[in-house]
RNA sequence: CGGGGUGUAGCGCAGUGGCUAGCGCGCCACGUUCGGGACGUGGAGGUCGGUGGUUCGAAUCCACUCACCCCGACCA
């Protein structure tokens, strides 16, 4: 390709809206282009990267003995009410009707359809197992779109969908595709941890993502330094400080005016956060929930979801927790028995807490439970946070922030009971069949390797996703000696099948072409000039490399490859 | 959805009631240049996000509205 030719045009200075490194560069290289919030066009030079993207995910998906397919992204709407997740998905589903007002969905994902289809070509357990994969546009309708790739509403995804006669095929399958999964983004120069999961609302059992640990990143990791333990925060299943049990003493009523924070009540008491408790107010699909967990810990809001079995769950208003007859500020759930009461595990740990009266401007001390107060579930609902300790090994939990680049889930049979994807086994009986289901981001997969892998001049593609392997740079077109060495060299390596970018501006300085050279970041430069043709040579440069080494014309092809295939 | 911010030429920005709305980059023409973001001369390019209002007069003031960005909520 010829960059006089070439439709995207870089950018000399940082574009001001872009925060994260990888928005940044793409912006000013040229890859993309903004058509709306969280919403691109991929420009040519991010296609190609996309392209060789999507090539490494499909070679790594086939060798594991998957297979691809493509599904529609539009779908009627009755699948999502068959599956139930509709409600589920909600606000995030972009949702539309036909000309005949029937109801349909631009796809945020595709286990509905993939089932359906399995269920009409698999019946018996001689069938299986079966993964299916695809590479798709899905479309979410995200609250906050952010950081130019990373979080979109519409974006290309690589889906897959396991289908086993039981738990031990899935075991299999899982496996196959998480080694599939790190040897993707091994190729693609993106360092992942593979962190315990959160399944989510469809419950399931294993569930694993992979992350690229960075400071812009929107998700939290915890690992273990100690024991190579890692899973995200919503999942991670930390140790809390232990507080003594001491012998219960009667519960007493202090007047604690005006105070209605922990923390200021720990002030006006002279106690510690961990020796009270706190009421945190739910809205679980519209029910006012009472929360009780200890004062130095916080809600973690994933759990307490899957604990409610709930779709959505927020933080109730003020006006709903008047309603449900609570006293904010001086909570607890002593006396409570109209609104459903949840309480963290952590109300156990430790005693004579004190905790709200329900009536202003009083607690009560010393109130323990269950002696004085009553819940309706008791479960480990409490977020992991810094300076919790590892739950199998008691080292200190280490906290980084991560873009989700991978994620795989053990689905067990949730959609094939809904949809009815059963298989007769060998004993004749009606199973429903075991599925996972493996998604990895492609375009966010570019997004995480440029926020790996550049530096202070711009981008510095890995070779195996770079949109060309070179960056032919001819320095002064008006000479009619560089115009040829230039394009008899850009034929030979395009004919040597290296890929080639060619700076052939005629009206471009020097110093723009290097610019531009470092900004997009191919692994290889060439440079073809009056000076170094006066000695038949060509300067060759890797990207990263400290100096340029002069290679005669006619050995470029060679030492080009060299560089660009070291292994 | 809550909080904060921004919409003026392709891009980045200036312009707080007054004449024909400017600057830099980019773009077009010609010439000179040619190894790390060149120079000269001439030129093209604008519903000032939208609607309504106030005013002799609105990019500028008021109301409403739309879009985008950042933080949070949210996010299989």
Redesign the pocket.
Known sequence: MRISRLVT?????D??????AS?RLML?AGLIQ?V????YAYLPLAWRSLRKIEQIVREEMDAAGSQELRMPALQPMELWEQ?G?AA??G??MFSLEDRRGRPLALAP?H?EVVTNIVKGNVQSYRDLPVILYQMQTKF?D???????LV?VREFTMKDAYSFDAGDEGLDVSYQAMAQAYRNVFRRCSIPVVMAE??????G?KD?H?FLLPTD?G??TVITCPSCGYAANAEKAAGVYPDQPVPDPLPLEEVSTPGMKTIASLCEFLGVDEAQTLKAVFYSADGEVVFVTIRGDLEVN??KL?NALHC?????AEDEEVAAAGIVAGSASAIGITKVRRIADSSISNGGNFVVGANKNDTHYRNANYPRDFDADLVTDIALTEPGHRCADCGADLEFTRGV?VG?I?K?GT??SEALGAYYLDSDGGQQPITMG?Y?IGVSRILAAAIEQNHDE??IVFPAPIAPYDVHLVA?????EAVAAAATDLYDRLWAAGIEVLFDDR??????????????IGLPV?L???????RQSA??V?GRTAED?DMVALDDVVSAVNGLIQPD
């Not at 709306?36 to 919403?39: D, E, K």
């Not at 320095?475 to 000479?479: A, I, P, T």
């Not at 440079?527 to 043709?533: A, E, G, I, Q």
Request: charged residues 35%.
């Open positions: 045009r870089t950018l000399r200075d574009p001001p809206e872009a925060e994260t928005h000013r903004q709306a919030a969280g919403i599956s997740r589920a998905f606000d995030n994902t286990e979410r995200e609250p906050r779109p952010r950081a130019g979080r999961a959160d399944s989510g609302a469809i399931g569930s993502e812009t929107e998700d809001e994933v979801k779709n959505e769950l927020r933080l989700e994620h889930f689905l949730f959609f289901c998604g001049r711009g320095l002064n077109m008006s000479d005629a009206d471009a300085a020097a110093g723009v072409k290097f610019n531009d050279a470092d900004l430069r440079v073809v000039s009056p000076r170094n043709l060509v300067e440069r340029a």
